[in-house]
């Protein structure tokens, strides 16, 4: 019964077409990434998480400044720069660009870079990838809210911890 089923099934992969289809090139990729304006969004995704994470140590500082001497606040407030700075510097598109285009070389296939190419060249494409930046920018500002919400609560439990 089994049997019946695995051949076919096996076949089936064997001459599907995605299994025998081209891994794309890291020009046509680069070609797409510069179309999305990859770097761009990139970049301001990592300007709204610096940011994001500024705020999120200043209020964990004011909410322990009781807790901590000056010494301690100091000291928390230059562990939080020296960490930002690693962050930012590891994070540069120069490093995540490279790393990108072997991802999307694994998932997608030369056809279907093609036709993203082919599609964000097109009036209807362009008016999406103008559009982009304004979701992300909106999608960015529901999520500071939600931290904004979550803040109040991390604190509390830092306290908790920080208290004996």
Request: glycine content about 0%.
């Amino acid at each position: 019964m089994l049997k019946n089923y695995f051949y076919p099934i096996i076949l089936s992969i064997l001459f599907s077409s995605t299994a025998f289809a081209e891994a794309p090139s890291k020009a046509s990729i680069q070609q797409l990434m510069q179309l999305l304006d990859a770097q761009a969004q990139y970049q301001q995704e990592l300007q709204y998480s610096e940011q994001s994470y500024q705020e999120m140590m200043q209020q964990i500082i004011e909410s322990q400044q009781q807790h901590l001497d000056e010494e301690k606040q100091k000291q928390f407030q230059q562990f939080t720069a020296d960490m930002l700075e690693v962050l930012m510097k590891e994070s540069q598109w120069e490093q995540i660009e490279p790393e990108t285009i072997r991802i999307w070389q694994d998932i997608y296939t030369q056809d279907e870079i093609n036709s993203m190419i082919h599609y964000y060249q097109t009036p209807l494409g362009q008016s999406i990838l103008k559009k982009m930046p304004l979701a992300s920018e909106k999608s960015n500002a529901v999520m500071q809210q939600k931290l904004d919400q979550f803040m109040p609560i991390f604190i509390e439990k830092l306290k908790q911890l920080s208290t004996p």
